[in-house]
């Protein structure tokens, strides 16, 4: 399942191989959205065909983009083919590399600094008439060279997911529901009973980087370009992960016989998890019998939780890039975005969409409420090897010194970045 990774919604694996094959194909970037690439195309609606290339979660994502897409394309006179990729990461590099790229890519963050680096996308987000109305920490995300480059389709926050049969089991109410560190450890010490653990989540930062927020830090500055891995903040909250580790009511989702926490969760193999929106798909088509709600994560020294998102990503070497922004235009309005998150349950990338998803989700909105404080993980290119190596000692944390464990992020991180 694609999700349990950082690149969440509709991400793909690989991103490491595609970057060597883009960054020898780039098309001159120039940073500045306003300017058009360098095959001479203008801003203008073309009557070239548009093809947009997308990494679709089934069916029913599939035919909301196809419809939505035809939508404009009746409405243009431009004949635009939606591809659903097998692996996005290979056929988008294929097509960067022969220089007839699909010309809208469903694009991670980790990608967009990746592609943008290599000149291989067109900067044209700050322009969008709706520009402003995008959160700021997704702006943030999709911002290369100080421009607001590429548009966020939509976005999910990593919030507390809890079974409330176990939860009332317990003898816990509303009133329980974790606002602190401490009481979070409380509730899982409590819904520790038998075989079910009170808190389970996969081993990744992807999911262990809320306490990093929760407690005022991160791996890097709010710019992204200064590794803070080993941060005093941030050894005190491995820490306190360590503290739940060590009392047992809380383990790791591999531990108990899981592949991600949702799949834990699911199967009752524990009564709390930290996951991201996309876990209610898994559990009207997998675990419909389980009953849960969602709550926000308890606060450290501050609320803090983890984002994950993906953009529009126009080719620079499209032939239509007057006829791709139009699209993007039409498929990030309001009302087309909220279409989406009814057809296949994203949240919109839009402050103005907000209210209206809230009431035709009401049981979702801690997961849209996380948009206000959420963090984004390191994206530019080099840091997905790092982030992906720290994964891999995450497992073993318990066992691991908190500070030793963060200096080798550090170190790897600062050589990224500096790099």
Partial sequence: MNRITRRAL??????????????????????????????????????????????????????????????WGSSSGVKVTVIPASNLDQQAAQGFASGKPSDLIYTSTNDFQTWSKAGNLYAYASTLPNASDFYPSLVQAFTYNNVFSTAPKDFSTLQLVINTDLWTKAGLSDSDLPTTWDQLKTVATKLTQGKVVGLSMSPQIERVGVFLAQNGGGLTSADGKTATANSDANVAALDYVKTLLAAGCCKWSSDIGAGWGGEAFGKQLCAMTIEGNWITGAMSSDYASVKYQVAELPAGTQKGTLQFTNGWGIAAKSANIGGVVSLVEYLTTTDQQLSFAKAFGVMPSLKSAKDQWAQQNPTMVPFVNGADYAQNLPAAPGTAAVISDFDSKIPQLAKTDSKTMLDQVQSDLSAALGG
């Fill in 10 to 71: 509709l991400g793909t694996s690989g991103a490491l191989a595609a970057g060597g094959a883009l960054a020898a194909c780039g098309s001159g970037f120039s940073g500045n959205p306003t300017t058009a690439p360098s095959s001479g195309a203008s801003l203008s609606v073309g009557t070239e065909p548009i093809t947009v290339l997308i990494g679709s979660s089934g069916t029913a994502e599939t035919n909301a983009v196809t419809d939505a897409c035809n939508s």
